[in-house]
């Protein structure tokens, strides 16, 4: 089918009518004119327009892949109903939606916004040219990405929030009586993100809690190339209990209209979970260059032509009297003509030439204004430099907290202790002080100040609040902040995560839980494919700043197998732009933590937060009640991207993270009585690694082992060497790993688990290789 079919059967079929048959009165819905329907025409006119014109650039080679809205141009119905103040997160086939809240909001030429898109102009005023995408911050359209139904669990997420955020006082963008549009296609519908979405939305009303969401599911019969039955999507959401349900024709302008009216003064009034199902078509196949005709029949795409939006609106206006034919095939015109010039004048706009240019919303980076955050918080004096450490259990250590460098911090009785001395290596003060608190207990303590200087966090997930965490590690916090700030989510990481994204959308800094890290895999996409490209996709003028808590990694001892034991992290240090902190001892997760609220609230980062769970409640180093993993007291912040280092010996570096940093301490304590000078290196950062003081402290020895107690294969280690290469670091390097296998069962566990064996070995090997003189190994 010629892309001129549609646009030729169009001028036919108005050319040939003759006179009003009914008036406007009995056509329109009733507060509606006949102005209304003409602007909303236009809308439709030039949405498809501009499917045209992005087809006609695609073939010529100017522009590029998009997904058009030709046939769905019904849902302009929404765009009428709806407040300009009330957020949207569009269907992917929204162009006369946006078209027409567009120049409700202010929007001098919508249609040029969206072909600077097509071309991948780095004018067009959402993305840049980094997508093609429906956006506005100006119409209140939040971008959508190109994953299937992943915008619905942020659409629930943001109307949880919008209630919220008016009884806790917290500033959000939004009215507190908005309502929530969130659109996708029949065939999302059957996604399990958008099942368990709208099973979030329902649970969450049955329990008396606003969700002010309408869900609009634009039905054109077909998911790309599969059918969908006619039935299907009302048999399955049509009859749920708590969603109430609202059906229009997406063809018939005046229904659509007056049900999507009625649709969405029905979620603001009562503040519940609704579905819309507007019935549409496609026109022009899927997408791109997809021709339709080789999986559809000549009937079916006939059916679908015989049903225009468009051409049915123009005769809907002759019929009315509201214009002649001539006058609307004049308007049509006038409208075509526009767009083409407007398409000539885009091909010829910059697109961005520097992976710096692309990159500059991806991961905004203040450090400075990160550090006076945290320190204004915690009553510090903004702009001081970051103390090295404040009375820890961290005996004679080198720490590399503040920016500049290392520095020497103090011991318990204010000096240090030489690393190699008889007795003595790299580690911990040797006795604990009163008052000394585990990695738990450092985590409890510091959201309990955040949550009270802060009245935008909120700290939710599976079991966190009456029963305070599988672990209790936020136990106390609900009775202390209340049920409003401190709450329990479904079983559903997907939900957990979109509450997460809506609520930061809304004003707050939620700090999520996600209970063991092999669950935040049935979720990932809310992570990767919403929550880091957002900013990315919208130039940072959206962001969703979170921190997200995850008990993670293996040595659990009693509890079992693989998805409560779990190393693979790969997944999450490949996503651009997400920030990985992974504390090892208590007052490191204390400052980490602060310090990624601060990105979060400062550069509207996202962040993950990983804690090693069999260090949660961990007093002792070297022996049974030594105490000397217990911390007294804590840093106050530790600039993103920066290690610990833990002694200064020159024979070897042993750079490691989370649990295998005190094995690496006791590996270094027993190399030390040897007579050999270690120093062990605490990432405490996975993404962004910390590479310059990776690199400091690996050229101070000549000789580098990496501890990695992820998996060969995709584990923290092959960055690290990598990195290492990448600087021209030419001494001894060696890694030591768990087994690219899952964490079995029982005493299982042991065989395939990085251990303080593995390192001692590794470490005996490269102190007996040869190596150049410390210093100079470049």
């Keep these: 089918m010629s892309i001129q079919d549609p646009d030729q059967r169009f001028r036919a079929q108005i050319a040939a009518l003759r006179v009003p048959v009914r008036t406007a009165e009995q056509i329109l819905p009733q507060g509606f004119t006949g102005r209304d329907f003409l602007e909303l025409f236009e809308a439709q006119v030039l949405s498809r327009q501009a499917d045209l014109a992005a087809r006609r650039l695609g073939a010529s080679g100017c522009g590029f892949y998009s997904i058009g809205s030709s046939g769905h141009e019904g849902n302009v119905a929404l765009a ?151 039935d299907w999507i009302e048999h399955a959401y049509g009859h749920r209990p708590g969603l109430r349900w609202f059906g229009a024709d997406g063809c018939d302008l005046p229904d659509a209209v007056r049900t999507a009216v009625a649709a969405v003064d029905w979620v603001r009034a009562h503040r519940r979970p609704a579905f819309l199902h507007l019935r549409t078509v496609r026109l022009f196949g899927h997408a791109g260059s997809d021709v339709e005709s080789a999986y559809r029949d000549t009937a079916a795409i006939e059916a679908g032509l015989a049903r225009d939006p468009v051409a049915a609106t123009a005769r809907l206006l002759v019929e009315a009297g509201i214009g002649t034919p001539r006058e609307v095939l004049g308007r049509y015109d006038r409208l075509a003509d526009q767009v083409a010039s407007t398409a000539a004048e885009v091909c010829r706009e910059p697109k961005l030439t520097t992976a710096r240019a692309v990159l500059a919303p991806l991961a905004p980076a203040r450090p400075d204004q990160v550090r006076d955050e945290v320190q204004r918080r915690t009553g510090e004096q903004p702009g001081a430099a970051a103390p090295a450490a404040r009375r820890t259990a961290g005996g004679p250590v080198t720490t590399s907290n503040a920016a500049g460098g290392s520095g020497s911090g103090a011991g318990p009785e204010g000096g240090t202790r030489p690393a190699g001395a008889a007795g003595s290596g790299p580690g911990v003060a040797d006795a604990a002080d ?87 895999h049935n979720a990932l996409d809310q992570l990767r494919g919403e929550a880091a490209t957002l900013s990315f996709f919208s130039a940072g003028r959206y962001r969703n700043p979170m921190v997200v808590r995850i008990a993670g990694y293996a040595y659990q001892r009693g509890f079992g197998g693989h998805f409560h034991n779990d190393n693979s992290v790969a997944a999450l240090r490949d996503i651009p732009g997400v920030i990985v902190a992974t504390p090892s001892r208590p007052d490191d997760a204390a400052a980490l933590l602060r310090t990624c609220v601060a990105a979060a609230r400062v550069d509207g980062r996202v962040c993950v937060f990983l804690e090693p769970i069999a260090l949660y409640h961990t007093r002792d180093l070297y022996e049974p009640d030594d105490g000397q993993w217990a911390a007294t007291g804590e840093t106050a912040h530790v600039p993103v991207g920066r290690a610990r280092a833990y002694g200064d010996g020159t024979d070897l570096t042993i750079v490691a993270f989370a649990n295998s940093v005190p094995m690496s301490l006791r590996v270094a304590r027993r190399l030390a009585r040897r007579g050999a000078g270690v120093r062990v290196l605490d990432l405490r950062w996975l993404a962004p690694l910390p590479v310059a003081d990776l690199i400091r402290h690996a050229e101070a020895t000549g000789r580098v082992l990496v501890a990695d107690e992820t998996r060969r294969s995709g584990g923290v280690s092959e960055s690290v060497c990598a990195a290492l290469v990448d600087a021209g670091f030419t001494g001894a390097l060696a890694r030591v790993t768990s087994a690219d296998s899952f964490v079995p069962l029982g005493p299982a566990a042991a065989t395939v688990l990085l251990s303080e064996a593995d390192i001692d070995a590794a470490a005996d090997r490269l102190l007996s290789a040869d190596r150049p003189r410390p210093g100079a190994a470049r």
């Design 434 to 520: 009163a008052g000394s608190q585990t990695l738990a207990q450092a985590i409890n303590r510091t959201l309990a100040d955040l949550l009270a200087r802060d009245p935008e966090i909120l700290v939710f997930g599976e079991d966190v609040a009456r029963k305070g965490g599988v672990y209790g590690v936020t136990r106390g916090l609900r009775k202390q902040f209340g049920p409003r700030r401190v709450f329990d989510t479904l079983l559903d990481e997907q939900s957990v995560l979109g509450t997460a994204l809506g609520a930061g959308l809304a004003g707050f800094l939620p700090i999520p839980e996600i209970q063991y890290l092999a669950y935040v």
């Design 80 to 230: 009428a109903a709806s407040r300009v103040t009330d957020p949207v997160l569009p269907h992917y086939r929204s162009g006369a939606f946006f078209v027409h809240r567009a120049r409700r909001a202010g929007v001098a030429d919508p249609v040029r916004d969206i072909l600077l898109g097509v071309v991948a102009a780095a004018a067009e005023p959402l993305s840049g040219g980094r997508h093609k995408v429906f956006g506005s911050a100006a119409a209140n359209i939040v971008p959508q990405t190109s994953t299937i139904a992943s915008q619905l669990p942020r659409a629930v997420g943001l109307a949880f929030a919008l209630d919220r955020a008016a009884r806790l006082g917290v500033a959000c963008p939004w009215p507190s009586d908005s309502v929530v549009l969130c659109g996708f296609g029949d065939a999302s519908a059957n996604h399990s993100t958008a099942a368990g979405a709208i099973n979030a939305a329902v649970h969450t009303a049955h329990l008396g809690v606003p969700v002010p969401v309408l869900f609009v599911c634009e039905d054109n019969g077909i998911g790309i190339s599969v059918p969908t039955p006619p």
